[in-house]
């Protein structure tokens, strides 16, 4: 991005580079935000916490608050004895100063605080997809993954005209066009759990009768990362299984179900044996670390369990959870399990150190009454984003949680639209994911996915 011009004394200057968009603004691994039209970084040495990169012509190297001014023209003072008035200078959100098009504008050019970089509220809407299978069926979306390129893929189900679900996915650019889909045409109508992805192909699971006495049956299917070349498969036993997700780990990509009354991992390509838990009832929640272990919760005989399992198929950690209900899991920016749900009709939030001991207990959500945790992902800078149902029938909600387990923001999830129904999220460097379904015009439910303000 940067071009370089040879000067009369051979010294080299930046030319300038404009921006568009805070995705244009990257030196290496330090991501930038689009300030006025130029790049800027953060810098602890400016009031605003950023400054403007070398390339940012006559702004290049200043603090972004000394380039706009504290009313937004560039100097201290142009507009006389009135402080509302902007002078007519230039309009730069961040400087601390709603103007134009700017919904909010907290004196900075940060995602994670309650105002984007793009001074809107965080958990606005930035786009919306729904999809409807046949009318009067259950349709949702069932699981989110982040794409390599930038946007987001999702797996779900629509239903069918007998009213039995079909599996789907679809991937979403950064603007909410679908680029691509795929529908499962060929192995027929089969429930849908889970979904993962080890960067070069995703891997869909759930599980589907098996037409004898042995109970349900696990299956998956393999797509590479653009959603070509199925690659079908199934675990051939005769035994009650299910599969609940799909986990990438450093040994391959693991079903995670029960089999035979017992929590259950399968490698599907590496020769890793079988991982088997304690006796469970059902499968609740699987959450995934960068390093390939994994997060397994479970309904047991004595209340919710979890296991903490190696790429290689060890157990590291077991523990309990004191909640009536888990529905999600992830981990923290420390490497630590992270379960959400519900407790006495109150959603619940509780992260655990490698004795299974409580590391720390989630804030309440005020967008949420009497609501529960549906869904948790992993955050840029070691934070987590949740979301779950309120529980007075009104919607959704969505929250960015703090590595130590503090509300950062929370907001409803797109109030405007009825009956929402959150179950799954992600979040990447521009845009909060999030999935579900919502209530369609015959009254049915509608697959819908969403990318919110960060």
């Known amino acids: 991005m940067l071009g370089l011009g040879l000067g009369s004394a051979s010294s080299c200057t930046a030319e300038p580079y404009a921006c568009t968009a805070n995705g244009q603004c990257q030196r290496g691994e330090l991501e930038g935000a689009c300030v006025a039209g130029f790049c800027a970084y953060l ?20 603090c972004v608050e000394e380039a706009t001014g504290s009313d937004g023209t560039g100097s201290e003072s142009s507009s006389g004895d009135d402080p509302d008035s902007t002078g007519g200078g230039p309009i730069a959100c961040g400087n601390g100063v709603v103007e134009a098009d700017e919904t909010c504008d907290d004196g900075n050019t940060l995602d994670g605080d309650g105002c984007s970089a793009r001074c809107r509220p965080s958990g606005s809407e930035v ?14 979306a069932v699981a989110l993954g982040l794409r390599p390129t930038g946007g987001v893929a999702m797996a779900g189900t629509l239903a069918t005209a007998d009213g039995t679900p079909l599996a789907t996915a679809s991937l979403y650019a950064l603007d909410g066009a679908v680029v691509a889909t795929w529908t499962d045409d060929e192995l027929g109508p089969r429930p849908l759990h889970g979904m993962g992805s080890d960067g ?26 653009s959603l070509a070349d199925p690659s079908p498969g199934a675990v051939d036993t005769l035994a009650d299984e299910g599969a609940h997700g799909a986990v990438p780990t450093t040994r391959g990509l693991a079903l995670v179900g029960h089999q035979d009354g017992a929590a259950w991992a399968h490698w599907v390509h590496e020769d890793v044996p079988d991982w088997r838990g304690g006796a469970v009832s059902s499968i609740d929640a699987v959450g995934s670390r960068a390093d390939g272990a994994f997060v397994v919760v479970a309904t047991t005989a004595e209340g919710i369990g979890w296991w903490l399992v190696s790429p290689q198929g060890l157990t590291l950690v077991e523990g309990t959870a004191a909640a009536d209900q888990v529905s999600a899991a992830s981990f923290d920016g420390e490497g630590r399990p992270v379960l959400g749900g519900v407790l006495g009709g109150e959603p619940w939030l509780t992260a655990y150190w490698s004795d299974a001991s409580v590391a720390w207990t989630g804030p309440s ?6 609501g529960t945790v549906e869904a948790l992902a992993a955050a840029p800078g070691g934070e987590l984003v949740a979301a779950g149902l309120r529980g007075d029938g009104g919607g959704s909600w969505v929250a960015r949680i703090s590595g130590d ?3 950062r923001w ?9 009956s929402v129904r959150i179950t799954a999220v992600a ?22 996915v969403s990318a919110l303000e960060p």
Do not use: F, K
Request: with cysteine.
């Open 43 to 62: 810098d602890d040495g400016c009031a605003s916490g950023a400054r403007y990169s070398p390339n940012a012509g006559e702004l290049a190297g200043r």
């Open 127 to 140: 786009w919306v997809d729904v999809q409807a299978g046949a009318d009067g069926g259950d349709d949702r």
């Open 427 to 448: 979040h990447d460097d521009t845009a909060v994911y999030v999935a579900g379904s919502r209530r369609g015009t015959a009254g049915d439910r509608d697959l819908l």
């Open 365 to 370: 959500i005020p967008e949420a009454p009497d």
């Open 410 to 418: 929370s907001a409803e999830v797109l109030p405007e639209t009825p």
């Open 405 to 407: 387990g503090e509300r």
């Open 200 to 225: 070069a192909a995703w891997m869909l699971a759930g599980d589907r009768p098996s037409g004898d006495a042995a109970g349900n049956r696990a299956w998956w299917v393999l797509l590479d990362i």
